[in-house]
């Protein structure tokens, strides 16, 4: 197969080291570190290396100096070798709306004879560049303090002359709504995530003395993360009443009991799952993945407290506070289902089957009619555990825009959600709703492989992006990949070929890949070990033994180096620090690793009525190991394997068990004894990548007929599309746009020198006024006496919970044929990153029901801040129409009581 060039990789036939485990490394190597010559080597990249008990990474050696201690010197290089070259801007409430994207203010930071630094008085707007030579190996000093001052007072004279200030995006920032001035910048403690600044009161300016120049004095390159982690980890609680491992490798068994540890610690005393050292409280997808990874087998109490910790007093599942006000703009919720059944599977409690069994159902048929798309058999909301919206969307997309688009993560989340409840209705006798419940999971699986799979990359897209014509974004998405694989989304052939062609980093398989330009780590350029983990099951599944071996060392390098299971970690240099969130102690960091071993290297397959083994050693990892007082059901059971590779044969008590199989039935103590092959399976390969960040996205504007764009650095050429179509590719910064003679809209994305494409750029439509009505929707409903400004025509309506449940709206169709209808709207009742009160509403012509609108959050008390809602694709007949507009008992968001928006006008557009 042929690959693009910006993912030509190093293809690895098999792990990089056989079993002969004591050849002595070359003097090529990356590092000179001494390891005890009775540690035999098990596994290197070019990154670092594995022994028996110690990871050397460069000058840096972790040591395992019995299974119950290990010792680390490592420390983070975070803060050296840092440019001087600070990018920034400035945010009013916390968005990105001073200048267009890729056009920054630029300031050096080398102190000049002493003085502090300072920047100009600098003009809201009007880009300032620092033109200051930089010398050769200059570098940004540790803790270096920078006063930055901003003149707003061409943003505040235009406060008092007109009420509002015109930002350079066409929008209006209205007197009312202005409540903070940031920086944005590149330079920790600056960071281009404008959704969070609102959390970060140090990069807040103020004006205290009220002469419009705006200050703020932040200390760069000044990071929150100590230089080290522990030095040392001893055990220090009694956890010998959770399985038992020991092996032939003591860094690996050490590794194990340290994750044991942490999973005691991770149960708080009301019974619940703490999600991190950092992080207090449950939250739904951390506590499902957790459990799926080896919770449910481990701590199966806990997870059931903490699983129904997550239901609504509607008998829903939760949707986290997020994007636009949670669901559903998010709604991977849905892994609930799937955590559900892995407990069920590990503990056979019937009771606990037939208790959460109408919970998944209610979720699933509110999710059909709120995200569920017809024509694609997909459904909408964001990345499943991606949701830092500019982490790992195109800055231009806003929470409605997340809503409409189609991600691989949730998709795979959907399919299994509704394939559980299918398992679950067959075992409690409901064979109609196990049928359409499967029905359902097998377009979702089809939908998957229609509309996300990449021939000539041969893995799945990360999302279908846009407004009313899609795109497919290219990059990669790990967790998704994984999970499409692991759930049976992608059949054999091709889930070979996702784990093969699936670009993966010297440290680990980043979130995504490539990486966003102007973005710091945290789901951009970074690798999470629960993410590895879920990758290292699929390598296993999938039979491909150097990517399950290298994601076992990917896990267990940052967790021997950091001495604890942490979060995440910088993908282009695995450093702890550096990510813009991190903790210690991470919930599904640590149910990683042992997931690994139980279901990677025991190969634990957790079924309804059985427990079947599929064991998958590497060559490299060969030899014996234990796992004892492991609990199944009414069995506890002492498990012995030897060799390598796939299962030989299998006893119980002496007797062979041909199918590898123990009924749930069983009880009482018992052995398990296990005789791998000690064949190695087919050679398979890796797309082993370095480390590369995708071009900008254009700023295209439209005029006397033309689309232009400043040049994006790095691109060697553009790509147009039209109606999310390719229509042209150009060198060229500007592209001649024939007449419309039909609803059409533009994207332009940059192309860099390796192939790889950014993200296609805002959807802009050309002369959509031949082709769209608006009416106005105080002439439908009672107006609104609120004093919000920026609507259109004579004023406004609010619908809520108790006003205005149902709005009739009359329209006048000028020919039969395909419409979008979406409203003008205000909801000023949250942050656009976060909180829970998305507002949902029904439109249906009579009893037919067209689709769901979504009116997400846009800023706090920001209630002039007006935008669109999703587009409904409808059908319509010529002449009069009356459509409803209706609030329903699907239209619960996750507030439960604030459920609001002011809506301004319908917009009806015709598309063909």
């Not at 997550?310 to 986290?320: E, L």
């Not at 042209?728 to 001649?736: I, L, Q, V």
Request: proline share 6%.
């Amino acid at each position: 197969m042929k690959l693009n060039p910006c993912y030509r990789s190093l293809l690895l036939a098999g792990s990089l080291l056989s079993a002969c485990q004591t050849q002595k490394m070359p003097a090529t190597t990356a590092s000179s570190a001494p390891v005890s010559a009775l540690s035999p080597l098990v596994w290197q990249s070019a990154a670092y290396r594995v022994y028996r008990d110690s990871i050397v990474q460069g000058t840096y050696v972790a040591r395992a100096r019995s299974r119950t201690a290990l010792t680390s010197n490592y420390q983070s290089p975070a803060n050296e070798f840092q440019s001087p070259q600070v990018n920034f801007k400035f945010s009013l409430n916390g968005k990105d709306n001073e200048m267009q994207p890729g056009q920054d203010h630029v300031f050096v930071a080398v102190p000049k004879g002493g003085q502090p630094l300072e920047t100009p008085v600098i003009v809201f707007g009007q880009q300032y560049v620092d033109k200051t030579p930089v010398a050769v190996n200059t570098y940004l000093a540790p803790n270096t303090p920078l006063k930055i001052r901003l003149d707003l007072r061409p943003v505040l004279a235009a406060f008092q002359k007109q009420g509002y200030y015109p930002l350079y995006n066409g929008q209006k920032l209205y007197q009312a709504d202005f409540k903070h001035v940031f920086v944005a910048g590149n330079t920790t403690p600056l960071s281009w995530d404008f959704d969070n600044l609102i959390n970060k009161p140090q990069l807040e300016l103020l004006d205290p003395d009220g002469n419009g120049i705006y200050e703020a004095t932040v200390v760069l390159n000044a990071h929150s993360d100590a230089k080290t982690t522990a030095a040392a980890w001893n055990a220090s609680l009694d956890v010998s009443s959770l399985p038992q491992l020991t092996s032939d490798y003591p860094l690996l068994d050490a590794l194990y009991n340290l994750a044991l540890e942490e999973a005691r610690r991770a149960v708080e005393p009301d019974g619940t799952f703490r999600t991190g050292q950092e992080w207090a409280g449950v939250w739904t997808r951390d506590i499902s993945y957790s459990i799926i990874l080896s919770q449910a087998i481990l701590q199966p109490e806990a997870a059931k407290t903490s699983l129904l910790r997550k239901v609504t007093p509607q008998g829903r599942i939760v949707q986290d506070t997020g994007t636009g006000g949670a669901y559903p703009c998010s709604t991977d919720r849905i892994i609930w289902a799937t955590a559900a059944w892995e407990i069920y599977k590990a503990t056979g409690d019937e009771a606990w089957l037939r208790q959460v069994y109408p919970i998944i159902k209610a979720s699933i048929d509110d999710d059909e009619l709120n995200a569920y798309d017809a024509a694609t058999g997909l459904m909408r909301g964001e990345s499943s555990f991606l949701d830092w919206r500019e982490q790992t969307y195109p800055k231009w997309m806003q929470p409605v825009d997340i809503y409409q688009s189609e991600n691989l993560g949730t998709n795979a989340a959907h399919y299994q959600g509704n394939h559980v409840l299918a398992l679950m209705a067959e075992q409690l006798g409901e064979a109609a709703v196990a049928r359409q419940a499967q029905a359902r999971a097998n377009r979702i699986r089809a939908g998957i492989n229609e509309h996300l799979w990449l021939e000539d990359k041969g893995y799945y897209g990360q999302y279908r992006y846009g407004r009313l014509f899609p795109v497919l974004s290219p990059k990669s998405e790990a967790l998704g990949e994984a999970l499409a694989v692991l759930f049976g989304v992608a059949d054999e052939a091709r889930a070979k070929t996702v784990v093969a062609r699936t670009p993966v980093m010297d440290y680990g398989i980043s979130c995504i890949y490539p990486q966003i330009a102007g973005i710091a780590p945290y789901h951009n350029n970074a690798v999470w070990p629960f993410v590895q983990s879920f990758w290292g099951l699929a390598a296993a599944k999938a039979g491909n033994e150097a990517s399950f071996m290298e994601s076992l060392m990917a896990v267990a390098r940052p967790a021997a180096m950091f001495l604890t299971d942490k979060e995440n970690f910088v993908a282009s240099n695995g450093d702890f620090a550096g990510t813009q969130v991190n903790s210690s102690n991470m919930l599904w960091s640590l149910s990683g690793t042992l997931g690994l071993v139980y279901k990677g290297l025991f190969g634990l397959d957790f079924q309804a009525d059985r427990l079947t083994f599929r064991p998958f050693v590497p060559r490299a990892l060969q030899g014996r190991r234990q796992l004892t007082n492991f609990r199944y059901r009414g069995a506890v059971l002492s498990i012995e394997m030897s060799g390598y590779g796939t299962i030989r044969s299998l006893t119980l008590d002496g007797q062979a068990l041909p199918t590898a199989t123990v009924p749930a039935t069983l009880t009482g103590a018992h052995t398990i004894r296990i005789e791998l092959t000690n064949e190695a399976p087919a050679a398979a390969a890796q797309n082993k990548v370095a480390h590369h960040v995708a071009p900008m996205t254009p700023a295209v504007r439209y005029a006397a007929g033309r689309l232009s764009w400043p040049a994006v650095e790095g691109a060697k050429a553009y790509q147009v599309l039209r109606n999310g179509q390719f229509a042209a590719r150009t060198t060229e910064t500007s592209y001649a746009v024939p007449a419309p003679t039909a609803y059409s809209e533009y994207q332009v994305l940059a192309v860099d020198t390796q192939g790889c494409e950014g993200f296609a750029s805002e959807p802009l439509p050309v002369g959509a006024d031949k082709f769209r009505r608006t009416y106005e929707l105080e002439t439908a409903a009672a107006k609104s006496g609120k004093p919000y400004q920026g609507y259109t025509g004579q004023g406004f309506v609010e619908i809520s919970k108790t006003g205005n449940r149902s709005v009739s709206i009359k329209i006048q169709v000028p020919a039969a044929g395909l419409y979008a209808l979406d409203f003008r709207y205000a909801n000023g009742n949250g942050p656009i990153n976060t909180s829970n009160k998305c507002a949902i509403r029904t439109l249906r012509r009579g009893p037919e029901v067209l689709g769901t609108v979504v009116l997400p959050q846009r800023g706090v008390d920001e209630w002039s801040d007006w935008g669109f809602t999703n587009p409904v694709l409808a059908r319509l007949e010529k002449g009069p129409q009356t459509l409803q507009l209706t609030f329903e008992a699907a239209n619960e968001n996750m507030n439960g009581e604030v459920n609001q928006a002011m809506l301004d006008h319908l917009r009806v557009t015709r598309m063909e």
